[in-house]
Each structure stands twice: as structure tokens, then as C-alpha cells.
């Protein structure tokens, strides 16, 4: 009997881990295969909300943000291609960190038209994947045109500012449910997970969560 499944995946594009999080996630549930209808809505959530627009070097922000060294930098980098690899997701060479505020933006839209873990994935892969500029809005518009998405609505989106009250809102409530890193995963609205947890995590906790759905039903009957 197959079951359904909420999972509401609150992370941000330029958070390394929620790309390694989001592929375990997802490996999990094929692993799992028809006992579970899983629904995945991502939700925003800002690393760096104040990086400008022309965003930092790597080091320079990590330096400044985490007191590391560019030797610890690299290390580190290394093992998140490590962990990437693992799970299916290519770490490319990149060099900066840019501001992500009109991807999110981006993604509530993409919500609306059905097409958001696509475009999420999309996204993911340009900015971790191929080092590009993921507050450019050419870069946006091309990253919603390869999962069908408009690219004239893409542009209005961008170009109007519009859903930026709705992200912002989106983040508050994050805040106030004591969020403060990512990734951040909830199944069903009761149960959280964070950080970029193996398959193996991922798949025995989604078990676990069926087997308790399963037996509140029964007792309900």
C-alpha cells in the first residue's frame, strides 16, 4: 500500500550540503520505490542575504565568514565532492558566492506553475555544477527555460520584483520556527531532520514515519 508523504525542504542554493541533502533525499525515496507518494516543496532560506551584487570570492567569504585558511577551504571542498559523488551530484569548479534572493523568488513561481524541485535541481547544478551566476537573471531565465518553464514569464518575474514579499514572509516563518541551518527537512510537518544526511538516514527515517502514519490510522479505525 502505497503512502503518502509531505516533505517540505528548506535550504538555499548556495548551501553545498542541501545539494548533497537533497540527492540522498531522493535516492531514499527510489530506493523505497511505491510505498511511498512522496510531494517535495523547498522553501527559502538565505546563507549570505546581505552579499552584493557583484558577490565574493570563495575564500575571501569563507575567510571572513569562518576564520578558515585556503588550504582549510580546499580540504573541505574535497570532501564535499567526496560526499557529492557518492550521492550522484557533480561538484564543479567554482570560484565565487553569489546572492540568491531572486532565485528563491524564482522557485515560488516555478511553485505555482508545478515545476519547483525541477527548476530547485536546475539551479543546483548551475551554481554548484558549472560555477555560474545564479543572481544573473540571463542565468535564471536559461536554468527555468531547460524545465519548460517561459522564459518571458521567467523575465517579468525577475525583472518586477515580484514574490519577493512571499519569499521574504517565507523566510520570517522559518526563523520563527527556529531554523537556523540548512538543509532543514520536515516529513509531514512533525518530524525534522537536518544536514546532509547519508541515504541510508534519509531511508530508515521515512520507514520509520510510515510505520508510525500506519499505525495512528489503525488506531483511528
Known amino acids: 500500500m502505497t503512502q503518502a508523504l509531505t516533505i ?11 545539494a548533497i541533502g537533497l540527492s540522498s533525499l531522493q535516492l531514499a525515496l527510489s530506493r523505497l ?15 549570505n542575504p546581505d552579499m552584493g551584487p557583484d558577490g565574493e570570492t570563495i575564500v575571501e567569504y569563507l575567510g571572513k565568514k569562518y576564520g578558515r585558511t585556503p588550504e582549510q577551504i580546499a580540504e573541505t571542498h574535497a570532501a564535499i565532492r567526496e560526499r557529492g559523488a557518492s ?10 558566492v553569489y546572492n540568491t534572493f531572486d532565485a528563491h523568488r524564482l522557485l515560488h513561481w516555478a511553485g505555482i506553475k508545478g515545476e519547483q524541485l525541477p527548476l530547485k535541481l536546475a539551479l543546483l547544478r548551475a551554481y554548484h555544477s558549472e560555477g ?8 535564471l531565465i536559461e ?12 523575465r517579468d518575474v525577475l525583472q518586477n520584483g515580484t514574490y519577493a514579499a512571499e519569499v521574504r514572509a517565507e523566510e520570517r516563518n522559518n526563523e520563527a520556527m527556529g531554523i537556523q541551518s540548512v538543509p532543514a527537512i520536515i516529513f509531514n ?14 531511508e530508515q527515517v521515512i520507514q520509520q514515519i510510515l510505520a508510525e502514519a500506519k499505525n495512528d490510522a489503525l488506531q483511528d479505525t
Open 87 to 96: 550521492v550522484g551530484f557533480t561538484f564543479g569548479p567554482r570560484t565565487h
Open 143 to 154: 536554468a527555468a527555460q531547460s524545465v519548460g518553464l517561459d522564459a518571458a514569464q521567467a
Open 132 to 139: 555560474k551566476d545564479t543572481s544573473d537573471h540571463e542565468v
Open 33 to 47: 520505490g511505491d510505498a511511498v507518494d512522496a510531494r517535495i516543496v523547498v522553501h527559502p532560506f538565505e546563507l
Open 189 to 202: 510537518r512533525r518530524y525534522l531532520v537536518s544536514g546532509g544526511q547519508p541515504v541510508e538516514t534519509f
Open 8 to 18: 517540505d525542504f528548506v535550504s538555499d542554493i548556495a548551501c553545498p550540503w542541501c
